[in-house]
Every structure is written in C-alpha cells, then in structure tokens.
C-alpha cells in the first residue's frame, strides 16, 4: 500500500521561504502526475500546483510567481519550493496523485505550514 510522508512546514515570516518534501513509498511517482494541496482552518482542501511524470506544471493563480514544484522520481520524492509567503498560505500542505481519483491514495498527515504577518 502507498504511503505518503510530508514534511518541512513551520512558522516563517511574511516574505519568507520554506521547502516541502513529500516521499512516497512504493513506485506511483513514475506513472502518475503528482500534485500539492492545502487545506486552511474552515475552508475545503485546494489544489495548489501539479507536476506530470515528464516535468511538466500547473501552479494555481495565488501561488504562481511564487511556488516551485519539482519531483525526483529516482527518490519517490516531490517537492514545492515556496517563496515569498503571505499569511493567507498558511494551511496544512499535501502530496497526492492528480487528481487523486487516478490511483485514489490515502491523505498522509500533511505539513503545517503557518505564515506571520
């Protein structure tokens, strides 16, 4: 069975960075386009960019200009490099497949990622 570790939110300043990890057990990374999402307190869960097997991306209007999605399919790895943060990008962040009805795998835990104004 898949699983699907986060990691690498914290508490960061207004205008700061941070770079999430996602690793992935198993070899789903090769066959499926992997995405980041968000959920914040009291809304629904959001797509927030999205990355084919062959390197190609899609970043959500708020987080265009901002955001970089990468994988690293040798390591079963994803990530989002995310600069210049605003407050409203604070959520829990998540890996899964896009969309997540392709190979329909468990929400891991997420990262919390909590930005100060």
């Known amino acids: 069975q898949v699983q699907l570790v986060e990691s690498g939110g914290g508490l960061v300043q207004s205008g700061g960075s941070l770079r999430l990890s996602c690793a992935a057990s198993g070899s789903i990374f090769s066959r499926y386009s992997m995405g980041w999402y968000r959920q914040a307190p009291g809304k629904q869960r959001e797509l927030v960019a999205t990355?084919?097997?062959?390197?190609?991306?899609y970043y959500a209007d708020s987080v265009k200009g901002r955001f970089t999605i990468s994988r690293d399919n040798a390591k079963n790895t994803v990530y989002l490099q995310m600069n210049s943060l605003k407050p409203e990008d604070t959520a829990v962040y998540y890996c899964?497949?896009?969309?997540?009805?392709?190979?329909?795998?468990?929400w891991g835990q997420g990262t919390q990622v909590t930005v100060s104004s």
């Open positions: 990355i084919t097997s062959g390197g190609s991306t």
């Open positions: 899964n497949t896009y969309p997540w009805s392709a190979a329909r795998v468990s």
